[in-house]
């Protein structure tokens, strides 16, 4: 395992030498993004419309976030990760959209978004429950955009340092800790019940 602090927009070359298990801390721009704010990209992408903010080369963040307004300026108290598994259905069709991307969440993706990621991606995972300590790395919430669909399911565009500490989860691969860990579980239960 290596440990990698890494700006975005992260190069494909640093995409590249990611590998699972892999620490990574995060500084730049993160645009948070759940159900909702995919499915409107996916409406956008339908009707041949750009959408109002940049993705491509962009860390999505699967938070939704709790923001309060001070003075005319947004602060984030609380920024954890959703589970990003409800994205599943979605993801592949957003990268298929891009050259780059690095996914942030929590709980894994399926083997869709694995491959999917393959040769052009990664997923970071970042602890649930968490929220309070995800904000901490938050220095300026620049921007919204959507704010119709609801506080946490609007794009919310964070200024971030060293966001972490998130562990490789999927590397761009095929490479996937869920599956190793799924694996390993099946092993372990067939070699239980062998011995029954």
């Not at 947004?74 to 069709?93: C, E, V």
């Not at 964070?158 to 860990?181: H, Q, T, W």
Request: glycine share 10%; with cysteine.
């Amino acid at each position: 395992m290596a440990e990698y602090r890494l700006e975005t927009p992260v190069s494909m070359e640093e995409i590249r030498k990611l590998n699972v298990g892999d620490v990574v801390y995060i500084t730049g721009t993160m645009i948070t993004a759940r159900d909702e704010a995919h499915l409107r990209m996916l409406e956008y992408f339908e009707r041949g419309e750009e959408i109002p903010f940049k993705i491509e080369d962009a860390v999505i963040y699967h938070c939704g976030p709790i923001i309060v307004e001070e003075g005319g300026r947004y602060r984030a108290i609380s920024a954890g990760p959703t589970t990003s598994a409800r994205m599943d259905p979605l993801a592949p069709k957003v990268l298929e959209r891009v050259e780059r991307m690095v996914i942030v969440g929590k709980g894994g993706m399926g083997e869709g978004v694995v491959r999917a990621l393959r040769g052009k991606g990664v997923y970071l995972a970042y602890t649930g429950g968490a929220g309070a300590l995800a904000a901490q790395a938050i220095r300026e919430v620049k921007g919204v955009y959507w704010e119709d669909l609801g506080m946490p399911e609007a794009v919310w565009i964070f200024e971030v340092e060293n966001f972490g500490p998130c562990i490789v989860g999927i590397d761009a691969k095929e490479n996937s800790l869920y599956r190793e860990v799924k694996n390993r579980v099946e092993e372990n239960f067939k070699r239980i019940l062998s011995q029954s």
